[in-house]
């Protein structure tokens, strides 16, 4: 849903008649849209860039499709290294939106280096099991 910018933030939530909060979660500085929210926001580019520092190659900060299309076409990266990638990312977007309704609707905040130790962790469960997570974890430092 981040992908295709379906999920509720609160650009999509004003268009559709309904009264939020229009800043950001985390800055409060700029309006809340996806591609601010991942990525173009100054919390969610640092733990990009502190999880994935291979992506501080972007002239301009990346949006989430940039980024996947870099993983999927980079000729530096092996079919394993790649789904890596893409899974990191799919954590990172993930555990960044789950920061940013846990501001919004309960008022906890978390830094941004527990964030990263949280993603971190929950990588390293999900990949525990393969054969190659040594190799992937030397090759992906940030994790």
């Avoid at 999509?12 to 991942?38: A, D, Q």
């Avoid at 990346?62 to 893409?86: L, M, V, W």
């Avoid at 949280?118 to 974890?137: E, G, Y």
């Amino acid at each position: 849903m981040a992908v295709t910018g379906k999920l509720k933030t609160a650009d999509n939530l004003i268009s559709r008649g309904i009264v939020v909060p229009s800043l950001c979660t985390f800055c409060s500085r700029f309006p809340e849209n996806h591609n601010h929210l991942f990525f173009g926001c100054d919390f969610s580019f640092m733990i990009l860039i502190r999880m994935l520092p291979e992506l501080n190659i972007f002239l301009l900060r990346p949006t989430i499709a940039q980024i996947y299309d870099f993983f999927e076409h980079s000729s530096t990266y092996n079919r394993r290294e790649k789904d890596f990638g893409c899974l990191s990312i799919s954590c990172i977007i993930y555990y960044i939106w789950k920061e940013r309704n846990c501001r919004r609707f309960s008022g906890v905040c978390i830094n941004s280096v527990k964030v990263i130790c949280t993603i971190s962790n929950a990588i390293r469960l999900k990949t525990a099991k393969w054969k190659t997570k040594d190799m992937l974890l030397e090759r992906f430092s940030g994790i």
